[in-house]
């Protein structure tokens, strides 16, 4: 997994600020590590010497964000790096090698969002290529015609919430094959007739928060299925009872009981995936 | 990642993947130099390959392939170049590297994307892809990347829309459990009708034989899903209007009103763009008014909104006399007016009113008492007085409005299908059997005569929702709004029905800011609204004692000035976001409510914010919250509070409203007379 140690880096920094523990890494160890991971091209690879690629750029800035040390980065050269990386339908290309998926779109807004350089792409053009991915069951694919899924529902969903463009969205619709996710173990699917899965728990739950549709799923079963997944003799969270945790479900079983207002936690944005206060912090001041 | 079950790691478990893994970072640090140093010998390629073997999600990887394959073409010698075979030999040997990686990982998006690039080059076999497609879509019928892929070499390699609609239905009766074809057969259909196909257009064609391949489906296994959803697809395929209408209006086509300023609001059946001068006109007696300016009721980045929004002011002069002005709205250049999915408005429509000015009218006098929505205060409405006439007026005379006809097939095409459902129902004990035929019936009624709403299903459909919630507790709020909604388009479907919930003010005094009449839609267990179109009327309503977390849609009945929204759900400040458009609004009781005691904020980007780019900061916010500023409900009731002119609040029964925060908001509000009950000095 050693390819994708940002983005794993991110989902436990995340985990241990909704925990209320992330005073327990050192700082500039991490921030520095992350900054080695920059390509000259201005883009974040998944490690030391990788390739750049938007998936991996977003964990950075999120990482940086969650330290409140956005300034670390020469901001202009990352939002150039992004807006490259858009084409003339207003999708965007993952890295120069040019694959499009309607995740790219969310991971370049999100990112140029939090570093307040949206005007630097076509806003318009974004809007209207994660539209035109939009399916007829309410609910959104990786290209157009693509099959709903709930990753990318998440990833459209969070895109078109950000560029306050979710009149797009019809809701009602969306939010009823949404809430159908629920199985009868209060576990969440991806998509219909499928098992349910912890990492589920986000991007189905974010998803119907940011519609404001989370009341027509079953909370409490919901927060039950969670914990039962849980390893309570070594500790962490897995896909699904009784199954290898790893930093990537815990991340999202965490995230999730937040969501659902599991006291003690931080609460954690939907649309940004980030805790509440470190979103409030740069768009309230 | 998924699916590995849990065990601890025995000491051998931990040296031998110990082991493995010492053993693939040393060739990964030698791969990683040769990337950086653009070495691509034979070596270099073959220590590439075992990485991706073992792991095919290292893009890094993937990105060097491709930079040797660049190589090995340009390296190759003359004679080479011009030999077809041997591009290929280096094409097919990705092709072989891609196959092996997705043997062992299907859904890589690496393998996936590099066989996409290494085909776009040219030089491969349609027949070949199919296989691979085959074979993998055998294995798992839902690998959506292999889906995707699918319709990349559909589109590449010129394959038709009905071939792949041909596929989709092997697939289908070999299995129906395949949500992914059914939905590939929904996207096929639609481009089929888009391009006038024949045999597909106009869609009653195709919608027959598909009504009966979902029944076959859903009636040999009820609780699979998968062709339910379908169903939804096709009633709202067979009952859609095709293009936005305007549905309803304030004031309404025919009535006569007697304020010299007022709003006018615009009502469309979905949200439109491009409601503006060149679009739609406004006209008093033989003047066209020139500096109107229309904005959406909405919180959006692209100027979009159902509802549209202007003032108008009568110049009534200095006569002494009463006088009575002609106004005219109409549509001008239609087209102009397009749906959020690009579909112009084609329909020609026009509303004329009359305002009746009175000279010596009194100002709006200020009310020095209270205003209390407690049953001793009301009276039931005598149908004899001039109150009736403006409520009258819009029910009867807004059939002006042309609606688009409804043809004979879709009536008799859902007859059909609520026969068929009603059936399976009596021998399948199936909730999403139940929901379909709620909402067959629903879409019977709307598709009637449209402007005398049709509610011969309603008291079934009710019944049905109520059944559900027993059967399907996970999913109760989704029956119980679906309830509320049905609920309230009963009541606001006729005069009559109206006319139960309507009460008069007995104190008259207040009537200049509560108007005559209440909606009094108290303690109904409603946790939706909706109807707003059947509403544009109302002056004061109340809402209290049901359970409503949200009031969108709200923010279309401009005439609100006294709303009672005590004893609700209502969880944060940007809940009440609507309220921010409602300029007439003087009494709000928001008591009672849940505001301050949430983490989770489900309106917080349905609303104007800085979150979502629909509203800038307000720096003069910091200087006027002095101190307060970092509390985000300060900041909230800032932001929807800030521009209304509320004299009567009731903020008691919320965690938010300590007295520090009330304070707060006699300091926003210098309009306000009443807080909590007390007088504001």
Not at chain 1, 242 to 249: G, L, N, P, Q, R
Not at chain 2, 431 to 455: Q, W
Not at chain 2, 604 to 616: A, F, G, I, K, M
């Amino acid at each position: 997994m050693e390819h994708l140690r940002i983005n794993g880096a991110y989902w436990g920094l995340t985990t241990l600020d909704i925990l209320g523990k992330l005073a327990a890494v050192d700082q500039e160890t991490v921030i520095s590590w992350v900054m080695s991971c920059q390509h000259e091209s201005g883009g974040f690879g998944g490690n030391e010497g990788h390739d750049p690629h938007l998936l991996y750029t977003l964990s950075a800035i999120q990482i940086l964000a969650l330290f409140n040390k956005i300034d670390t980065l020469d901001i202009e050269k990352v939002s150039n790096y992004i807006s490259t990386l858009q084409n003339e339908d207003g999708s965007f290309s993952g890295d120069k090698w040019g694959e499009i998926d309607t995740r790219f779109s969310y991971v370049a807004i999100c990112s140029l969002a939090l570093l307040k350089q949206l005007d630097k792409i076509n806003v318009e053009k974004a809007v209207k290529y994660i539209v035109s991915c939009k399916n007829l069951d309410g609910g959104f694919g990786c290209t157009p015609g693509a099959e709903s899924h709930a990753g990318q529902i998440f990833c459209c969903i969070g895109a078109l919430a950000i560029t306050g463009c979710l009149h797009y969205v019809d809701k009602d619709l969306l939010g009823w094959w949404l809430c159908e996710r629920q199985v009868k173990s209060g576990g969440l699917n991806g998509r219909p007739e499928k098992l349910p899965d912890v990492c589920y728990s986000w991007w189905v739950l974010s998803s119907l928060i940011v519609i404001d549709r989370v009341h027509w799923i079953d909370k409490e079963k919901l927060v039950k299925f969670i914990l039962n997944c849980q390893d309570k003799e070594n500790g962490g969270i897995s896909d699904r009872p009784d199954d290898a945790v790893d930093v990537f479900h815990t991340y999202f079983g965490v995230a999730g009981l937040s969501l659902l207002e599991y006291p003690g936690l931080k609460a954690i944005d939907p649309a940004y995936a980030l805790p509440v206060d470190v979103i409030n912090r740069i768009f309230l001041h | 990642m998924h699916g590995r079950p849990r065990k601890s790691a025995t000491p051998v478990d931990e040296n031998a993947s110990a082991l493995k893994a010492a053993k693939i970072r040393s060739l990964q640090s030698q791969f990683l130099q040769n990337h950086h140093n653009n070495i691509y010998t034979k070596e270099a390629q073959e220590i590439n390959a075992k990485l991706i073997e073992s792991n095919p999600e290292f893009m890094t990887a993937w990105n060097y392939r491709k930079l040797a394959f660049e190589h090995n073409l340009s390296n190759q010698s003359e004679v080479d170049k011009e030999d077809a075979d041997h591009i290929k030999l280096i094409i097919d040997e990705e092709l072989r590297v891609v196959e092996n990686a997705l043997r062992k990982n299907f859904k890589s998006y690496g393998a996936w994307h590099h066989r996409k690039w290494v085909i776009s080059k040219g030089n491969s076999s349609t027949e070949r892809e199919l296989r691979l497609l085959n074979l993998f879509q055998k294995q798992d019928t839902r690998n959506f990347h292999a889906w995707n892929y699918r319709r990349f070499i559909a589109g590449l390699k010129d394959i038709s829309d009905e071939k792949e609609l041909q596929f989709t239905t092997d697939m289908i009766n070999d299995n129906f459990s395949n949500y992914s074809a059914w939905h590939n057969r929904s996207v096929l259909l639609s481009h089929l009708l888009e391009k006038k196909v024949e045999g597909y257009f106009p869609k009653e064609i195709f919608l027959k034989e598909e009504y009966e391949l979902v029944r076959n489906a859903v009636f040999t296994d009820p609780d699979d899903q998968s062709g339910w959803f379908y169903h939804l697809w096709l009633l709202d395929q067979t009952i859609k209007v095709d293009m936005p209408n305007l549905v309803s209006s304030w004031p309404p086509n025919g009535s006569e009103i007697t304020n010299t300023t007022f709003p006018i609001v615009l009502f469309f059946n979905e949200p439109v763009e491009g409601v503006n001068l060149q679009t739609v006109s406004v006209q008093v007696e033989d003047d066209i008014f020139k500096n109107i300016a229309w904005s959406p009721l909405s919180a959006n980045k692209f100027k979009c909104g159902q509802a549209w929004l202007t003032h108008l002011t009568i110049p009534f002069g200095e006569t002494n006399s009463s006088k009575i002005f002609q106004v005219k709205i109409r549509s001008e250049y239609s087209q102009g007016i397009i749906s959020s999915n690009g579909v112009p408005c084609s329909q020609h429509w026009s509303i004329a009113f009359r305002v009746s000015v009175c000279h010596d009218f009194q100002p709006e006098g200020q009310s020095l008492r209270r205003i209390l929505m407690t049953d001793e205060n009301f009276s039931t409405v005598d149908i004899n007085s001039n109150v009736m006439d403006l409520f009258k007026s819009y029910f009867e005379l807004a059939s002006d409005y042309e609606q688009p006809t409804s043809s004979k097939w879709k009536s008799e095409m859902i007859a059909s299908e609520i026969d068929q459902y009603r059936e399976l129902l009596s021998w399948a004990e199936c909730k999403i059997g139940k929901l379909t035929l709620a909402r067959l019936l629903m879409a019977n009624d709307a598709i009637g005569t449209p402007v005398a709403p049709n509610t011969t299903h309603v008291e079934e459909v009710l019944k049905l929702y109520s059944e559900l919630m027993e059967l399907d507790p996970t999913h109760y709020q989704y029956y119980k709004d679906e309830y509320s909604l049905v609920f309230l388009k009963q009541v606001a479907s006729s005069k009559e029905s109206l006319m139960k919930y309507c009460r008069q003010y007995k104190e008259s005094t207040s009537s200049n800011i509560t108007g005559p009449m209440c909606l009094r839609l108290n303690s109904l267990s409603l946790s939706r609204i909706g109807s707003f179109e059947r509403l544009l009327w109302v002056q004061s309503l109340d809402l209290s004692h049901n359970q409503l977390p949200s009031i969108e849609g709200l923010e279309a009945l401009q005439l609100l000035s006294c709303l009672n929204l005590s004893h609700n759900k209502i969880g944060s400040f940007m809940a009440l976001d609507p309220l921010r458009f409602l300029k007439s609004l003087r009494v709000l009781n928001i008591s009672y409510n849940e505001i301050g005691a949430h983490t989770v904020d489900t309106r917080r980007y349905l609303c104007s914010s800085p979150l979502s780019h629909t509203l800038d900061y307000d720096k003069k916010f910091e200087e006027f919250a002095a101190g307060d500023e970092k509390v985000v409900n300060f900041w909230e009731a800032y932001s929807v509070f800030g521009g209304l002119d509320i004299m009567q609040l009731d903020v008691v029964g919320n965690v938010a409203a300590d007295e520090r925060f009330k304070l707060f908001l006699v300091k926003l509000l210098p309009a306000l007379k009443w807080l909590d009950g007390e007088e504001v000095h």
